[in-house]
């Protein structure tokens, strides 16, 4: 029964297709992001949705457009793929946002390579 | 602009003896820290956190210090298990609407 779970867990696609990941959360949390382990392991923040609601909106390319149908889905979808998007990408919740004592629960990650 | 730093991509230690990792951050408005874990292709786990009105936290064979006037926090593990091996981040918020992460620390216990 794994918490926060994403698919797919490899992504090999061409430069220039368009690319979705999903992810999914059975804890019954109201918090979901998406962040971008890039090739020097940094692990940075894209987006943070609240509720469906977007509240962190990151320097991202507008090619990257998160949507979530609900609160235990957050998908990303990517436009017009480059090379430099490969990276792992994760996704992760927690209870409620601004409450910096209430850790975030990562899925296994999305590893992304352009070809 | 990267607002939390470890400086020792990795790290070797004996089983039994004591592993510690360390970070640096930039912001001194921070007013909470994380340390998480993570094994290859798994996302990282949460491991323990301190608040910064304190300057340690202890969990078992887990503990976390914070020394703010140098901007540095540290994680103690004793004794290191070999199941210990495993990627290090540590983590900075404010707030916690948005949470900054280190590059990683690679530990290897060593039987």
């Known amino acids: 029964d794994t918490a926060v779970s994403q698919t797919p867990k490899y992504l090999v696609t061409q430069m220039g297709n368009d690319k979705s990941i999903k992810c999914e959360q059975n804890?019954?949390?109201?918090?979901m992001y998406w962040y971008k382990q890039d090739s020097k392991k940094f692990l940075k923040i894209m987006f943070s949705?609240?509720?469906?609601?977007?509240?962190i909106n990151e320097t991202v390319p507008n090619r990257f457009s998160p949507k979530s149908p609900d609160k235990a889905h957050l998908n990303l979808h990517i436009n017009s793929l480059e090379l430099g998007d490969s990276a792992v990408y994760f996704c992760?919740?927690?209870?409620?946002?601004?409450?910096?004592?209430?850790?975030?629960?990562f899925g296994d990650g999305t590893r992304l390579s352009i070809l | 602009d990267q607002q939390v730093k470890q400086n020792s991509p990795s790290l070797s230690v004996q089983e039994g003896r004591i592993s510690i990792l360390n970070c640096d951050y930039t912001?001194?408005?921070?007013?909470?820290f994380l340390w998480y874990k993570k094994y290859p292709a798994e996302g990282p786990t949460f491991l323990i956190s301190?608040?910064?009105?304190?300057d340690k936290n202890e969990d078992g064979r887990f503990t976390v210090f914070l020394n703010k006037s140098a901007k540095h926090l540290s994680l103690h593990i004793v004794p290191s298990q070999p199941g210990d091996s495993a990627v290090y981040f540590c983590a900075a918020t404010l707030t916690g609407n948005q949470f900054y992460f280190g590059t990683g620390t690679s530990l290897t216990v060593i039987p």
């Open positions: 912001n001194s408005m921070f007013d909470y």
């Open positions: 301190i608040s910064s009105i304190k």
């Open positions: 949705y609240n509720n469906k609601e977007l509240i």
């Open positions: 992760a919740s927690s209870q409620e946002p601004n409450r910096a004592s209430l850790p975030q629960h």
């Open positions: 804890l019954g949390h109201d918090t």
